[in-house]
C-alpha cells in the first residue's frame, strides 16, 4: 500500500463504509460509489482521493462541472444540501482529512489517477487545474467552449471596409426599426436596435433577457439586417435554426416566420424577407442539427465535419449543457456567426454546466469598453447610458441584455421581477394582492386539494383538463382527413392551455404522485377512461431522443385514435402550424404527464399554470426554479405551497454551480 502525501497509511474500507450508509440514505447516487473505487482499482489510493471522487461524481450529477477545493477543505456538502453531522461523518471516516486548499492540492497531485495540468498527460481521467478537479471529459469541454466562445468574441471586428459596413448596418437598422413619435420623451435606449449592432460587429452575439423582451422579434430583425448586408454569393446565406427542445424549436420557428413577415410589408421590394425566409427551412433540435446517432455520444457533425451554415440561431440557451454547447462549438465554422437567445436567470440545464449564466456574468451590469459604446452609436444611432460603461471582457462587448418586457407584465412580471432580485417580501405582496385573478396562492393540506385546479382550474381563472377531455368526448367529426387533424389541433390546443409543473420528482407533491392522482381524479369524474397503459387522452412525454421515430426528450403529446386503424392509437405532437403522429406502440421512452418537472416545461407557455412546491424543500430549491415557474404563465399563474416557509428559502437562495469557465472567459 503506498503511504499518502500526509504521512498516514490509511484503508479506504471505514470511508466506504461511511458511503454505502449515505447512499442507503438517499444522499448518495450508487454511481458516486462505484466512480470512486473504480479510480482506486487503477492505482495506490488514499482514502482523501476516493472521497473525492465521490463528491465529483456527486456534483455532477447535480449540474457542477468540478469540484473546488476550497469546498473539499471547507464545506462541499452545503453544495449536497446535506446537514453538516452528515458532511462531518464523511470526513470523520477519513484519516488525515487534508484541512486546507494546499494540502488537498499535495495530495491530489501526488496521485497517479490524477493530471496537474502542466505536469506530463498519461491521459488520467481526473485533471487538477488550479484549485479545480475534473472529470477529463468536462476540464476537456470547459476548455473547447471558453477558447471558441474568447476567439470568435476576440476575432476581426467588421472585415473589409468597416466605414462602409457601418454605414450599411445604420441604414437598414434606421429601416428595421423605426423611430416611433414618442421616442424623444423615452430615456430608455432602444436595447433591441443595439443587439443587432452588437451582433453585426464580429462572429458571435448573445441576446439575452427575460419574457416578453422581444428576443426573437429582435433576432428576426437581425436576420433581415443580415440578409441585407450579405456579400453576393451564389447560394445565399444559409442559416439554420435551432433550440434544445423540438417545442422550442417548432416556437423559434413561428416567431421568427411571423416577425419576417410583419417586416416585408414594411420593406416591400426592397428586400425580398418571405422568400429569403421561405429558404431557411424549419427549426430543429440541437441533436438533429449536429446528427445525432443511436447509442453513441458522438455526432455526424464535429471538428472534422462542420456544418454547413452562414448563421446558426440557437433560442432558449440557458438549456445547453456544456457537454452539448462544446459539440455544437466544435461542429461551427469559424466563418459563421452564432446568435446565442435565452433568459439569463432561468433554470440552467439538468446536465452539468451553466453556459449562458457563465456567458452573461457581466450583461446585466453591461461594463461595455469604449470601443464598444462608439461603434455602437456610429452602427445604430444610439447612445448606450453612460452607467454601463465599463472594462469588461470581450463576452461582454458581444452580449447585450433586452431591459424592457412588452408582453410580460402586470402582476405576474412583477412577482417574477420581485422572486429574480430575492425580494420575498414583495413577492408575498403579489401574491396576497391576487391581482384580479391573475395570481393565486393555495396552501392545501393535502395534494387532494389540488385536484381540483387539475379538473377545471380557478374560479377567476380558465383552465384545468376538463376542457380538452370534454372535446375529446365529443369525438372526432365525420368527414376527411383534414377535418380529423383540425379536430387533433383543437384537441392539442386545449391541452396546451394549462398545465400542472411540479418542482420535484418524487413523493406526493411531486410528478409521479400528482400525476398518478390527477389521472384518478379525471377517470372519477368520467373524463377518461383508462382500461391500461395506453388510453384515449393520455397525455405523455417523451423521456429520452428516438431518432427512428423523430421524437426527442422533453416533447409532450395527447394519445388519440388513430383514424387509420379501428381500436389503434397514436400520439400527436405539435409541431409549427401543424401536427404530426407517432404510432403509441411504436413509443417505448414516455411518461405520463399531467404533471411536469419545471426543468422539463422550459421553452414552453401555457396561459394557466400551477406551479406545486412541495412540503419540504431539504434545500434543493433555489429562486431560479420558482422565477421558470412563474414565466411559463402567460395569463393567469397559481402558486401551491403546502409550505409557505418552503418558498420563502427557495426564494432566498441562489443556484451556485461549480465551473472554471468563468475565469477561462
Not at 392 to 403: F, N, Y
Request: proline share 4%; with cysteine; charged share 20%.
Amino acid at each position: 500500500m503506498r503511504s499518502n502525501p500526509l504521512g498516514t497509511p490509511t484503508t479506504p474500507d471505514a470511508l466506504f463504509a461511511q458511503v454505502d450508509l449515505l447512499t442507503e440514505a438517499g444522499q448518495l447516487r450508487r454511481l458516486s460509489a462505484a466512480f470512486a473505487r473504480f479510480v482506486g482499482s487503477i492505482g495506490a489510493s488514499h482514502p482523501a482521493l476516493m472521497a473525492a471522487c465521490v463528491l465529483l461524481s456527486e456534483l455532477e450529477g447535480r449540474g457542477h462541472s468540478c469540484l473546488k477545493l476550497a469546498d473539499l477543505s471547507g464545506a462541499a456538502g452545503t453544495q449536497l444540501s446535506w446537514p453538516a453531522e452528515v458532511w462531518q461523518s464523511l470526513c470523520d471516516s477519513v484519516a488525515g482529512w487534508p484541512q486546507d486548499v494546499a494540502a488537498w492540492r499535495r495530495l491530489l497531485a501526488g496521485s497517479e489517477q490524477v493530471w496537474a495540468v502542466g505536469d506530463l498527460d498519461f491521459d488520467q481521467p481526473l485533471v487538477l487545474d488550479g484549485e479545480r478537479l475534473y472529470l477529463r471529459r468536462y476540464w476537456r469541454d470547459e476548455q473547447l467552449v471558453a477558447h471558441a466562445v474568447r476567439e470568435r468574441a476576440l476575432g476581426p471586428v467588421l472585415a473589409g471596409d468597416a466605414a462602409a459596413d457601418i454605414a450599411a448596418i445604420r441604414h437598414w437598422l434606421d429601416e428595421l426599426f423605426p423611430v416611433a413619435a414618442n421616442a424623444a420623451a423615452s430615456a430608455a435606449p432602444d436595447w433591441q436596435k443595439i443587439a443587432c449592432a452588437v451582433a453585426m460587429r464580429g462572429k458571435l452575439g448573445i441576446i439575452t433577457g427575460g419574457p416578453g423582451t422581444g428576443k426573437t422579434y429582435t433576432v428576426a430583425r437581425l436576420l433581415a439586417l443580415l440578409f441585407a448586408t450579405a456579400t453576393q454569393r451564389s447560394g445565399g446565406l444559409r442559416v439554420a435554426l435551432a433550440a434544445p427542445t423540438g417545442k422550442a424549436a417548432a416556437r423559434l420557428k413561428q416567431s421568427i416566420d411571423a416577425a419576417l413577415d410583419e417586416l416585408a410589408e414594411r420593406v416591400g421590394e426592397e428586400l425580398p424577407l418571405r422568400e429569403l425566409a421561405a429558404r431557411m427551412g424549419a427549426a430543429r433540435t440541437l441533436h438533429s442539427l449536429l446528427g445525432a446517432r443511436p447509442d453513441t455520444r458522438a455526432f455526424r457533425h464535429h471538428a472534422g465535419n462542420q456544418l454547413d451554415v452562414d448563421v446558426l440561431i440557437v433560442d432558449e440557451a440557458s438549456m445547453i449543457h456544456l457537454e452539448m454547447m462544446a459539440a455544437l462549438l466544435a461542429a461551427l465554422p469559424a466563418s459563421a456567426t452564432l446568435i446565442l437567445l435565452g433568459d439569463k436567470d432561468q433554470l440552467a440545464s439538468v446536465e452539468a454546466g451553466a453556459v449562458l449564466g457563465d456567458l452573461c456574468v457581466e450583461a446585466e451590469a453591461g461594463c461595455y469598453r469604449a470601443e464598444t459604446l462608439a461603434y455602437v452609436a456610429d452602427a445604430s444611432g444610439v447612445s448606450i447610458p453612460a452607467s454601463f460603461a465599463g472594462a469588461g471582457g470581450p463576452i461582454a462587448q458581444q452580449t447585450v441584455m433586452l431591459r424592457e418586457s412588452r408582453r410580460f407584465g402586470g402582476p405576474i412580471g412583477a412577482l417574477a421581477l420581485a422572486v429574480n432580485r430575492g425580494d420575498a417580501t414583495a413577492a408575498l405582496q403579489e401574491l396576497r394582492a391576487g391581482s384580479e385573478g391573475k395570481l393565486a396562492w393555495c396552501d392545501p393540506a393535502h395534494p387532494a386539494d389540488v385536484l381540483q385546479l387539475a379538473l377545471g382550474g380557478r374560479a377567476d381563472a380558465p383552465g384545468g383538463y376538463s376542457s380538452y377531455l370534454t372535446l375529446l368526448k365529443s369525438g372526432a367529426p365525420d368527414g376527411d382527413e383534414m377535418a380529423y387533424l383540425a379536430w387533433v389541433t383543437a384537441v392539442l390546443r386545449a391541452f396546451e392551455g394549462f398545465r400542472i409543473l411540479c418542482a420535484v420528482r418524487d413523493g406526493e407533491w411531486g410528478v409521479g404522485g400528482l400525476n398518478q392522482a390527477i389521472e384518478q381524479r379525471l377517470q372519477s369524474a368520467g373524463l377518461l377512461r383508462r382500461n391500461g397503459e395506453w388510453y384515449v387522452g393520455r397525455p405523455v412525454m417523451v423521456t429520452r431522443n428516438d431518432y427512428a421515430t423523430g421524437v426527442f426528450n422533453g416533447d409532450i403529446g395527447l394519445t388519440l385514435p388513430d383514424p387509420a386503424r379501428p381500436g389503434a392509437l397514436r400520439v400527436y405532437f405539435s409541431e409549427g402550424e401543424g401536427v404530426r403522429s407517432v404510432l403509441a406502440t411504436r413509443l417505448r421512452n414516455v411518461e405520463t404527464a399531467y404533471a411536469m418537472t419545471v426543468h422539463k416545461s422550459q421553452g414552453s407557455e401555457f396561459q394557466h399554470t400551477v406551479l406545486v412546491l412541495p412540503r419540504d424543500s431539504n434545500g434543493t430549491l433555489a429562486r431560479e426554479l420558482i422565477y421558470t415557474g412563474i414565466t411559463r404563465a402567460r395569463s393567469h399563474f397559481t402558486l401551491v405551497t403546502p409550505n409557505h416557509q418552503v418558498l420563502l428559502e427557495a426564494i432566498a437562495q441562489r443556484t451556485q454551480r461549480s465551473s472554471g469557465l468563468r475565469a477561462l472567459l
